[in-house]
């Protein structure tokens, strides 16, 4: 019994799952996106000047009656958009990556798929905002804009990186649906005011949206780690 | 012609130098390398080469090459020549920063002619950077710092380089003053690792330090909680609630706190335990806080896990926890005014406001209860802190609460013994003494026990009264400070009394000073007395007012005006001194210093002169010499009263004078004379020839029994020499009542033998004082021998015929003839004395007897010396002649009877010694 339990720490060391300094794995990084999701819509709200959004869903449903944001950015705007109770119809804005999805589908969605929806999505998000910021008129808000593109080209990184430590291919970004932003003779001005509100709005609801999917995969990460303890214990004794 | 030669030459010089200048605008060669930067201490070497052209015109090739650096030349050992129109120099281990290098020929004429110049610096390649570390402010941008190593003394870029896994970012360049930390130019993504290294490089190489890797929220510094706030409790007077706002990045992170708290009036500040704020939150309840008491707080906070930088401190706030009752009661006494009248006195109660630690809130009012015996008397409420009442002289009890909103204190209870209350058991070993600058008062409990101790004190002066200030301490204390604000170099006296439970116990004081200091005034020394070789110094005692501390010694310092000083100590208990050792006449200049464990003040100097003479000493030298003056003078006038005769006989000698020349007797039979002396012989000589003269001593005692028979040999030669004498007629005795005095006393006189029949004629006297100026000549009707008074004038007569040749003492002088042992006639010197007593006459002496002698009308003329004469005036003052002869009488027969074994009285020495017969 001794020697099986010296020889199991012994081989202690090489056991994968133990050596957490080495390779931690997609836990911490699976983390550190959550709590980056959590930080950018931290920023959106700053950016956005307002609280009038609640902090967290109180429940896991996703479809949230949200009201846009206020703020700096609205501001910019102009009214209508910058009204609380300004809920413009999604017109122009079929091109963005809709958040809002029903709950039974991202129940029922895998891990590859999810983290495949939220890179896609973001990809898609900051290629807009980045237009956004071109057109920012004031310089202070064109430097929000463009720490808070880096933060969402940080957040990017993140979810390549938990892809990664969890072997899934990064997608392929589709040549030529690249969007842009230059200002088309259909859109009036209104109309481009409409796409960049559904912009924010859409942002929001994909950093709360993607908030929940990490916060689901942590949760799901860290049963083996639990495992891995009690199956040592039952094997050292 | 010299002037014009210097001036050709300055010509010529002049147009070559222009000439050369116009040539070496095109160089004349060049430098390899041109520009170098080399390692410090490294090896280098340059080559210069000549051009062609240059060397043909100064007709030089590489040999002529000098080198030069910074102006001075280098050794020829360092050159090296490659070729005709190159030459090297090597410089081996160069330290040198900055080195100006230069090649020139030697020309014709030994000119050196600068060819190529260059500069050499040396430095260090960069050292990796070290402990490289990033800081973000939240909020701003991120800061990196890094250890640079070591100096290159070179110019040296460090650059900033930061990456993400799928993206770079911009560098960032250090400002050359500010080489060791970068501002970065963009905000940090938090919960993004970042990866950051930095590149260091300058002429001499590049090198990269370690790259660290981090997500900037690690290494976030929030911004401190901001409006912090303090709230109290009415329920609980012990907790004060704070209340902040977090920073923004609160919303990213969880944050963990730590609170500071202190008291308004503290320095040091406490903490609440860190564990019981590790968690976010934004407020805070502190408990355990005293009622009644500003406290003032900070926080600051940083990331839960620790990662990361605190915070700054907020500003801070305070607060003030809410009252309690007071938590103690006040010290509390009383004093007695002095006056006291009708049976009733005057009490002041006095007691103490409670420190606010204590009072536990704002004091309302005071609240005295006094009690006589133990019915109650009264109620006062008192906003003050004292409280004056007439009591009578019983034992009263005063009880004494203080009140704030809250509630009231325990209360003080106070015995007011009655007035004839006889306090006892006081402490004992009081001792006073200053620490940490601070007063402390310690004491020995007395074994009785102590309910507290009043301690009074105030400060001692001379110019002020003593106004006590007091504070109670408990009865187990036995040491403590005085609370209240002493001065320096001020004496307090400190008086402790024990207070018990049927009344205070008897005080004991003490003086002390908080911290002494010199005397600010010196002692003022007087003399108190100045003699020859010393000096009694007085002084007074200091002031207390100018002490400033106890007087442990003082210091006499004493000089003459060139001599050295002389210091003596002295007891502080002193105020006298005496210098000694001083020198006469001299000037002294003393002064004195007080001194007190801090140090000394000099007082002033005071001046004295010591006399030349001691007190007394003219007079101990003149007296003595005065009197011996006159002792002298006295001895010579003695001398000279003494020796009168001798010098009268040299000076006027006696002439007889022939008026007083009589013949007093002539006789036929003159018996044997062999006594006589020279003098006698020239008496008889001179005035009598022939003539048988008998003296009779007037001192002559009566003859003892044992000289009877010389006597009756006498006797009989006078019974012989009868017939002769009554010849003549006429009685020999000397008072003309002699011969009836004899015939009454004959019977009796018949027993002693002082009676006889004056057989011849009596010379009484000399012819000097020619006093007898009656003749006598008497003629003894009786055939009693009256041998004794018929002899005393003849003796008398004879002594003073003597005298004159025997000195200074005749007539002692005869007795010692017949006396063997001058010490055995004590009464003749008796008898000496009183002739000397009588003015030195004897011849009025003698007078004088003769005549006393003659007026005593029953005088047998039987004693004729002192001491009879003496007696008889005696009894003649007493009553009748008779009586005195009987007693007389008597005295002779004891006289007799004690002189057989002592020769006291001169009469019988005389007799018995011989007297005049066996001479």
Known sequence: MLACLCTVLWHLPAVPALNRTGDPGPGPSIQKTYDLTRYLEHQLRSLA????????????????????CLGVLLNYLG?????????????GAETLPRATVN?????SLNDKLRLTQNYEAYSHLLCYLRGLNRQAATAELRRSLAHFCTSLQGLLGSIAGVMAALGYPLPQPLPGTEPTWAPGPAHSDFLQKMDDFWLLKELQTWLWRSAKDFNRLKKKMQPPAAAVTLHLEAHGF | MLALQIWLVKALLIFLTTESIGELLDPCGHIDPESPIIQRGSNFTAVCVLKEKCMDYFHVNANYIIWKTNHLTVPKEQYTVINRTAASVTFTNLVSPNLQLTCNILTFGQIEQNVYGITVLSGFPPEKPKNLNCIVNEGRKMMCQWDPGRETYLETNFTLKSEWATEKFDDCKTKPDTPNSCLVDYSPVYFVNIEVWVEAENA????????INFDPIDKVKPNPPRNLSVSNSEELSSILKLSWINPSINSVIRLKYNILYRTKDASTWSQIPPEDTASTRSSFTVQDLKPFTEYVFRVRCMKEDG????????????????????????????????????????????????????ANGKILDYEVTLTRWKSYLKNYTVNDTKLTVNLTNDRYTATLTARNIVGKSDASILTIPAYDFQATHPVTDLKAFPKDNMLWVEWTAPSKSVKKYILEWCVLSDKSPCIPDWQQEDGTVHRTYLRGKLMESKCYLITVTPVYTNGPGSPESTKAYLKQAPPSKGPTVRTKKVGKNEAVLEWDQLPVDVQNGFIRNYTIFYRTIIGNETAVNVDSSHTEYTLSSLTSDTLYMVRMTAYTDEGGKDGPEFTFTTPKFAQGEIEAIVVPVCLAFLLTTLLGVLFCFNKRDLIKKHIWPNVPDP???HIAQWSPHTPPRHNFNSKDQMYSDGNFTDVSVVEIEANDKKPFPEDLKSLDLFKKEKISTEGHSSGIGGSSCMSSSRPSISSSDENESTQNTSSTVQYSTVVHSGYRHQVPSVQVFS????????????ERPEDLQLVDNVDSSDGILPRQQYFKQNCNQPETCPDISHFERSKQVSAGNEEDFMRLKQQQISNQNSQSCGSG??????????????GPGTEGQVERFETVGIEAAIDEGMPKSYLPQTVRQGGYMPQ
């Open chain 1, 49 to 68: 000047g307002t609280y009038r959004l609640p902090q967290f869903p109180p429940s896991a449903a996703l479809l949230l009656a949200t009201e846009p």
């Open chain 1, 79 to 91: 009214p209508p958009f910058n009204e609380p109770d300004f809920n413009p119809p999604r017109l």
């Open chain 1, 103 to 107: 709950l039974e589908v991202w129940r």
């Open chain 2, 204 to 211: 001499l190489g590049n090198i990269t330090s370690d790259h």
């Open chain 2, 307 to 358: 990662k990361g930088f605190w915070s700054d401190w907020s500003e801070d706030a305070s607060g003030i926890t809410y009252e309690d009752r007071p938590s103690k009661a006040p010290s509390f006494w009383y004093r007695i005014n002095p006056s006291h009248s009708h049976g009733y006195r005057s009490v002041q109660l006095i007691w103490k406001t409670l420190p606010p630690f204590e």
């Open chain 2, 659 to 661: 008026s007083k020349s």
């Open chain 2, 779 to 790: 003629r003894s009707e009786s055939t009693q021998p009256l041998l004794d008074s018929e």
């Open chain 2, 865 to 878: 010396q002192m001491k009879m004469f003496q007696e008889v005036s005696a009894a003649d003052a007493f």
